[in-house]
Structures are given as structure tokens and as C-alpha cells.
């Protein structure tokens, strides 16, 4: 089942995109077209198509828009049609239901971009209001012999559907032929089963019995099934008739398991069909991911609570624990996703234990610079519910720790060594037009994997300690925004 024709990059989806997604292919919806209706769309129509497999689009400038097209418009539009997820040109046409822009405006517009389909061999995707005769005229005087494409939301009479069929076109049909008062059935028998395909309109054209509410791909087998009951056939033929029309039309490739998906949901008809279908599958679903396969980076902030236990090798019985809390931590992290539920970051992050200094500097003779702890981070995260707009992890990994603490009175002392890290916290994937974008709020602990000894500095209350064995750990409550740039 393809949903042909879906503004699925309609504000009205801003809520529950993904889960409107999720719900067309649980439905067996194999392939979703969004049809651009003006060039400020377009990046976010490119960028669905380019976070779902299934999602293909047009591009093109609705007659709506018209007032909208120029120079800068038509190169761009030109310059889509070299990405492999753009299927056509469109949604382009006339509409003098509302006459948005002036008719001699939009047919001139609607000429151009029928020239830019001719010339980049790409079939288009057609709307129709109130305009038959001119549209009808205009695709007879461009047809050259290649040109195809769709009429979509097919609403018109039986002479403009004998004249788009003689055209070569394809026609396609949405909610409204579900309606109580439409007088279209005469006219979904009249076409052909070679040249039908089914679409949504979404977020219009809501089909019975979803009427009022918002429409959306998972309703487009409301569609398939009206046809079936006017044609009296099985509604599994008219989904692989409409597939079939839709893949060689806009040139899908094939998708094997959203096939078997699709035809488990029905009952086992029509099999040499589908067996023809399943023996030209060359490819498989890939499910989206929000992350996989893609490399991000960003800065983190954290504040950083330095926690030491101290144990006293001169002094029996000397045991304590110290901490330096609320120390600003800086750094920054890059990311790769070779899963969806897997992260590594590798990062660094700076700290100064001014909380330590300021305290020190309360006794005469204090050293003047702040410790300084540098760490690098190689941490892989497991994430819970990669799907989801909150997705929660759990994340583990080695630091190199390099610390400049000091030591004596005058000297600090320079350490090396390896430590681990263990954390965990949620990220909100935020998608948008230049790429997701993630922050994560992380609890981390580091753990230093070597005790220090040292003398304390007789500045230092714990001075009378004599030699000190110090192990060390660090709190860091963390905020990193990863930016998945599109590449
Ligand atoms: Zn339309
Ligand atoms: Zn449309």
C-alpha cells in the first residue's frame, strides 16, 4: 500500500509525527509521497524523506503558492531532482476554486514546472480545483510524448478522466470518494485498474468513517477498499494494483518486508500477484533510526564534585572523606551511532577546583592557582527506547585523567592515569531542518583506578595526617547538546 499524496510536513503533524509515522507502516503502508506546496517547505519535506526509509517527495510549487515562484524557486526545484528521494515534480496545477494567486500567474508557473518534469524525465504530480479546461489544455499542448504523472484527488468529470487517460496519466483517488454524497463512483469505475493509485491527502480529506478529524496515511486502506467495492473485486487487488502503479510511476524501489507486511494484514488472495511482486524484491526495510549511521558532536557542561577519601599511613585510625562541590566543567563530545541503541562518545572535559582554592586561600600562604583535572572519556551508552521523543541510556566507559593537584606548600604534582566512568540519563531527539539535534542530562561518575599517595600540605587541615593515601571520584551531573549534522 503507498500512500501517494501526504503533507506529512504539515504543522498540523508537529505534535505526533513520528508516531503518525509509526502507525502508517504498522498499518502495512509501504511508502508515503509528500507532495511540496512551496519552496520554504522544501528542506523539511527533504529532510522527512531523509530520516524514513519509505518516505519519497515532490518538489514543486503549489498553484496556492504561485505568487511565490521565481527564478530561485525553479533552480531549486531543478537542482531536487538529482536526490534519489525525489519522485517528482509537484504538487503543481491550477486552482480557481480559490484563485490564491492570479490564474495567469499560475498557469504560467504550472507551464514552467511541467518543462523542469520534461526536462530532469520525472513524472508530475497534478492538482486540479475548478480548473479542468485550462489544466486539460495545457498538459495536451505539453505532452511531447514522455510526459506522465498524476491527477491527484481526482474529482472531475468522465470527459476530463477520458482526456487524462488518453494523456497517458495516472489518476488517483482520496477521501472524498468515501463520502455519502459523493457522485464519483461512476467515475472510480470508469478507471482503469492499470492507472489508479490511492493517497490520503493528509492532513484533508479525511475518509469515512474519520470524518472531522485529521486525516493521516494509516486511513489511505479506507481508499483501497472503496475502490474495491466499486470495481467488486478484492480489496487485496486493488492494493497490489495500486502499488504496483505507484512503484513504476514514481520509480520506488521495492521493499520486501513492508510487502509482507502489507499482505499479511489481509486475507491470503491473489497469490500470483504477489508472488511475481516478492520475486522482484530486491530490498529490504530498513526501520528508522533517530541516530544510526550518524556522527554527531557538541559541547557539555557539567558541575563537577570532586570526592576524596582520605586514609592516613602515619596516623592510626585516620579515615575521612572530603568533597569540593559546584566546580564548572567544560568539554565537548563527538558521537557515533553503529546502532540505534548504542552511542560512543568520545570526549573531554576541563575542570578547576576553585572551590578548593577558595577555601585554601582563607589560610595565609595558599597557593594562588586552583587544581586543574583534564579527562578523556570513551563512554558507550545503551539506550532503553531509541523510538521514543525521551529515550533513556545507561552508559559505561575508560577515562585518561591528567590532574595537576597541589602538593606541597610550592610545588604541585602532575598524575596520569586511567580511570571509569558509569552514568546514566535521558536525551530528547529534536528534529530539524539542519539535523537532530539531542541534548542529554547524564549523571556521570569517574572513578580514578589508582589511590595517590601524598604529604598534605601543611596549609591544609588535614596536614597533621602525616602521608595521606587519597582515592578520588567525581560527580558530574552533565548537559551535553549533540548535533547530528545531515551529511
Ligand atoms: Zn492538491
Ligand atoms: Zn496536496
Given at each position: 500500500m503507498i500512500d501517494t499524496h501526504a503533507h506529512i510536513d504539515a504543522d498540523a503533524f508537529d505534535d505526533d509525527r513520528e508516531e503518525m509515522i509509526r502507525r502508517a507502516f504498522d498499518q502495512g503502508v509501504e511508502a508515503i509521497i509528500i507532495p511540496a506546496i512551496e519552496p520554504k517547505r522544501f528542506e523539511g519535506v527533504l529532510s522527512l524523506c531523509e530520516q524514513y526509509d519509505q518516505v519519497y517527495c515532490g518538489i514543486g510549487v503549489h498553484p496556492h503558492n504561485a505568487n511565490d515562484f521565481n527564478q530561485q524557486a525553479e533552480t531549486r526545484i531543478i537542482n531536487a531532482m538529482q536526490f534519489p528521494k525525489v519522485k517528482a515534480v509537484g504538487e503543481i496545477g491550477l486552482d480557481y476554486y480559490y484563485d490564491f494567486a492570479p490564474r495567469d500567474v499560475q498557469k504560467d508557473v504550472f507551464r514552467r514546472q511541467l518543462r523542469i518534469a520534461k526536462e530532469c524525465r520525472k513524472p508530475v504530480i497534478i492538482h486540479n480545483r475548478e480548473s479542468d479546461d485550462d489544466v486539460m489544455e495545457i498538459l495536451k499542448e505539453e505532452q511531447h510524448g514522455e510526459l506522465t504523472g498524476v491527477l491527484h484527488c481526482f474529482s472531475s468529470n468522465i470527459h476530463v478522466l477520458r482526456t487524462a487517460l488518453d494523456l497517458n496519466f495516472h489518476i488517483s483517488f482520496t477521501?472524498?470518494?468515501?463520502?455519502?454524497?459523493?457522485?464519483l463512483d461512476d467515475i472510480v469505475k470508469a478507471t482503469p485498474l492499470s492507472r489508479i493509485m490511492i493517497e490520503t491527502d493528509s492532513p484533508y480529506m479525511t475518509p469515512v468513517p474519520h470524518r472531522g478529524k485529521r486525516n493521516e496515511p494509516a486511513f489511505v486502506q479506507l481508499i483501497a477498499q472503496k475502490i474495491a467495492e466499486i470495481h467488486q473485486v478484492t480489496i487485496e487487488e486493488i492494493i497490489a494494483m495500486t502499488t504496483r502503479n505507484a512503484r513504476a510511476l514514481f520509480g520506488l524501489p521495492l521493499l520486501m518486508i513492508g510487502l509482507i507486511i502489507g499482505l499479511s494484514?489481509?486475507?491470503?488472495?491473489a497469490q500470483d500477484e504477489r508472488d511475481e511482486e516478492e520475486e522482484e524484491t530486491t530490498e529490504t526495510v530498513k526501520t528508522p533510526s533517530p541516530y544510526a549511521r550518524f556522527i554527531g558532536l557538541g559541547p557539555s557542561i557539567a558541575t563537577n564534585t570532586i570526592v576524596e577519601t582520605l586514609t592516613s599511613l602515619d596516623v592510626s585510625e585516620k579515615r575521612g572523606t572530603r568533597s569540593w562541590d559546584g566546580n564548572p566543567a567544560f568539554g565537548f563530545s563527538v558521537a557515533y551511532n553503529p546502532l540505534e541503541f548504542l552511542m560512543f562518545d568520545l570526549g573531554l572535559m576541563h575542570t578547576r577546583n576553585n572551590a578548593k582554592l577558595n577555601n585554601a586561600n582563607k589560610v595565609p600562604g595558599t597557593p594562588t592557582d586552583p587544581d586543574v583535572y583534564t579527562v578523556g572519556h570513551l563512554t558507550a551508552r545503551a539506550i532503553a527506547?531509541?523510538?521514543?521523543k525521551v529515550s533513556f541510556f545507561a552508559s559505561a566507559g575508560i577515562n585518561y585523567l591528567s590532574k595537576r593537584v597541589y602538593a606541597t606548600n610550592v610545588e604541585f604534582s602532575d598524575d596520569k592515569q586511567l580511570a571509569f566512568n558509569a552514568g546514566a540519563g535521558f536525551m530528547v531527539n529534536i528534529p530539524t531542518s539542519y539535523g537532530m539535534i539531542i541534548p542529554i542530562a547524564e549523571w556521570r561518575l569517574d572513578f580514578e583506578s589508582k589511590n595517590n599517595v601524598t604529604k598534605i600540605p601543611n596549609v591544609d587541615p588535614y596536614n597533621t595526617w602525616g602521608n595521606v593515601e587519597i582515592s578520588t571520584f567525581y560527580s558530574l551531573p552533565k548537559l551535553t547538546i549533540l548535533w547530528y549534522p545531515k551529511f
Open positions: 477521501g472524498n470518494i468515501t463520502y455519502k454524497k459523493s457522485i494484514t489481509f486475507p491470503m488472495h527506547n531509541p523510538r521514543g
